[in-house]
């Protein structure tokens, strides 16, 4: 992806920066943190929305707002530019991503936003059905660090 978000203008306007992320499913054990692998979720696009709907009408009071182009792409809406990094999703997927959390000066936002995402999402009416179904549940976004862009939006 280079070059400008392609999200309608109405949704441009609602964050001055939009990182590029896609949901995912984190396990604890313990000490750790492990990323399921996104292959398997099998997330639909309206699982996607209701999550995504669920966000924003929690977040919108603190700047935040989440937008689904598709099941799996999806794009964080902010004030202000988050300074992360991430190691890629495939190398994820094989570490403790507790430890992938600790680098960028942001890091300490990023895991109390995400935490308060966990707590949202866990008893959702879309998890519930989606475990009900033997999928996993939604409780989190991966920075996607090959989309790793910023567009700053000018009215």
């Known amino acids: 992806m280079k ?15 939009w990182l590029p992320v896609c ?9 750790t943190l492990v990323l399921a692998p996104t292959s398997g979720l ?15 009408g929690h977040f ?14 999806w794009f964080l809406g902010s004030e202000k530019h988050w300074k992360l990094n991430f190691p890629s ?12 959390w600790q ?10 936003l995400l935490n308060e995402m966990q707590m949202l999402w866990f008893s959702d009416a879309v998890n ?13 976004v991966w920075v996607m660090q090959q989309k790793r862009w910023w567009q700053k939006w000018f009215g």
């Open 3 to 17: 070059g400008k978000i392609d999200l309608p203008p109405t949704i441009q306007q609602q964050a001055a920066f």
């Open 23 to 31: 949901p995912v499913h984190l396990i604890a054990d313990r000490d």
């Open 42 to 56: 099998g997330l639909s696009l309206p699982e996607a929305q209701g999550l995504v709907e669920a966000f924003n």
């Open 60 to 73: 919108a009071e603190e700047g935040y707002c989440l937008y689904a182009v598709s099941e799996m792409d």
């Open 89 to 100: 999703l495939e190398q994820a997927e094989s570490m403790n991503c507790r430890d992938a």
């Open 103 to 112: 680098q960028g000066r942001d890091a300490a936002q990023w895991r109390k």
């Open 128 to 140: 519930v059905q989606r475990e009900q179904q033997g999928f996993l549940p939604i409780n989190g």
